[in-house]
T-cell receptor, first 115, second 113 residues
């Protein structure tokens, strides 16, 4: 039962253009969403997050959009740089400040930024 | 503090042997998580500690797996009688009580031959 889905296994983008990575979820209890970036042989690195009370969060070149009615979120990277080439994971959580927040991850999207 | 630290980075073991991995979280974080990642998949939750208490375990965590966090600082994950299906990247993450963002270590790559 995949509660978080990233339907595009890979994406190739030209340097300087926009990269859009998509993520869908099925569990309506999720109320916090995160994006992680992962290079080979390293652990995931936190990028950006968004609470379900918002529909947009921006941090530099990275913007995450959340559409709760569609249970869909997307990560926009603009402009894309060759160093952005990595695997990007979408993750979701049901926030519980008392008992912690386990993350449910998608399978990831490989982003290749061509120079 | 340099972040979450895991040891060893790589482990090759023969089937049937026991292995133990260590995780040192970010020092001010009271929450610690173990995840497992296999090729082509995202990390899957295994277990979670708040301070020294193990509060949740995934059904993925069979009886051969045990995790501890004595004194609420570092944590160990032990796998007994390893099987080839245990081959994976084992990731540790930590977070503070106030934040949902988890910060990951570099992982331990286990290969069971």
């Amino acid at each position: 039962d995949q509660q978080v889905k990233q339907n595009s296994p890979s994406l190739s983008v030209q340097e300087g253009r926009i990269s859009i990575l998509n993520c869908d979820y099925t569990n309506s209890m999720f109320d916090y969403f995160l994006w992680y970036k992962k290079y080979p042989a390293e652990g995931p690195t936190f990028l950006i997050s968004i609470s379900s009370i918002k529909d947009k969060n921006e941090d530099g070149r990275f913007t995450v959009f959340l559409n709760k009615s569609a249970k869909h979120l997307s990560l926009h990277i603009v402009p894309s740089q060759p160093g952005d080439s990595a695997v990007y994971f979408c993750a979701a959580a049901n926030i519980n400040m008392e008992y912690g927040n386990k993350l449910v991850f998608g399978a990831g999207t490989i982003l290749r930024v061509k120079s | 503090d340099t972040g979450v630290s895991q040891d060893p980075r790589h482990k090759i073991t023969k089937r049937g042997q026991n292995v133990t991995f260590r995780c040192d979280p970010i020092s001010e974080h009271n929450r610690l998580y173990w995840y497992r990642q296999t090729l082509g998949q995202g990390p899957e939750f295994l277990t979670y500690f708040q301070n020294e208490a193990q509060l949740e375990k995934s059904r993925l965590l069979s009886d051969r797996f045990s995790a501890e966090r004595p004194k609420g600082s570092f944590s160990t994950l032990e796998i007994q009688r390893t099987e080839q299906g245990d081959s994976a990247m084992y990731l540790c993450a930590s977070s503070s009580h106030e934040s949902a963002e988890a910060f990951f270590g570099q992982g331990t790559r286990l290969t069971v031959v």
